[in-house]
C-alpha cells in the first residue's frame, strides 16, 4: 500500500480532534503533529525513547522508556512540563483536558495543562 493511501486510510478512521490536530509517533525519536481533516505536515517534535502517545488537539502527551510523561502544546509543538510516574507505565491517553496514564496496576490521571495529579483507580 502506499504511504500516501495509508495516510489517508489512517487519518479517516480517526476522530477528528477540537483544534483538528493529530499528533503521531513516527519513531521513538519523532512525534509528528498532523492536521486532522487532510493530514498534512504540522511539525515535529524530538524526544528520545517514545514508547506511547496521546493528544486531545490542545495537548500532547509523550509516554518515555524512563517512565516519565512529557507534555506539549498540540498547536506549537512548545514543551509544557514532564510528569514522573511511579509503577512501570504502559500507555497514556489525553481526553477533555485530561491524560490517563496505564500503569500494571492502576490508571493515574493528570491535569493536561499544568501536570498535577488528579487521582487514581486500581486496574
Known amino acids: 500500500m502506499k504511504r ?4 489517508a486510510l489512517l487519518f479517516s478512521t480517526m476522530s477528528l480532534q477540537a483544534d483538528g490536530i493529530l ?20 511539525g515535529s ?33 512548545g514543551f509544557q512540563g514532564s510528569i514522573s510516574i511511579s509503577g512501570k507505565p504502559s500507555a497514556v491517553q489525553v481526553s477533555g483536558g485530561v491524560i490517563a496514564v496505564t500503569t500494571e496496576r492502576s490508571v493515574n490521571r ?9 487521582g487514581s483507580s486500581s486496574r
Open 110 to 118: 493528570y491535569n493536561a495543562k499544568t501536570g498535577a495529579y488528579m
Open 45 to 77: 517534535i524530538s524526544v528520545n525513547n517514545a514508547l506511547d502517545v496521546g493528544c486531545d488537539g490542545e495537548t500532547i502527551a509523550v509516554l518515555l522508556g524512563n517512565g516519565t510523561v512529557q507534555r506539549y502544546n498540540a498547536q506549537t509543538g
Open 23 to 42: 499528533a503521531v509517533l513516527k519513531n521513538s525519536s519523532t512525534i509528528e503533529r498532523r492536521d486532522a481533516a487532510n493530514g498534512s505536515y504540522k
Open 4 to 7: 500516501s493511501t495509508f495516510l
